[in-house]
């Protein structure tokens, strides 16, 4: 079983950053693909980035310029590093590996203050 641990959410000011972190219990190469969810309150879950073996990534347009994925293979990290961050950022988010995406985080809660 594969575990994944987030860390680093919490609270910000609008225009502030955060940098999230997601810790797996197995080497992040064993993973084609690895990325962060998130879901509001009322809202379904969406795609915030993704990121490949190869280093390949891909955002949502509404993060795409603000939000950079990044994973180190040597930690068995994967991280998101949140800029200008703005109200309508607020949710839970989730770490994934895996194609389906297969194995999720508890999640962790980021509030944006306006």
């Known amino acids: 079983q594969v575990q994944l641990v987030e860390s680093g959410g919490g609270l910000v000011q609008f225009g502030g950053s955060l940098r999230l972190s997601c810790a797996a219990s197995r080497k992040l190469l064993s993973f084609y693909r690895m990325g962060w969810y998130r879901q509001a309150p009322g809202k379904q879950r969406e795609l915030v980035a993704t990121?490949?073996?190869?280093?390949?990534?891909n955002y949502a347009d509404s993060v795409k310029g603000r939000f950079t994925i990044s994973r180190d293979n040597a930690k068995n990290t994967m991280y998101l590093q949140m800029n200008s961050l703005q109200p309508e950022d607020t949710a839970v988010y989730y770490c994934t590996a895996g194609t389906n995406p297969t194995y999720w985080g508890q999640g962790t809660q980021v509030t944006v203050s306006s």
């Open positions: 990121i490949t073996s190869g280093g390949s990534t």
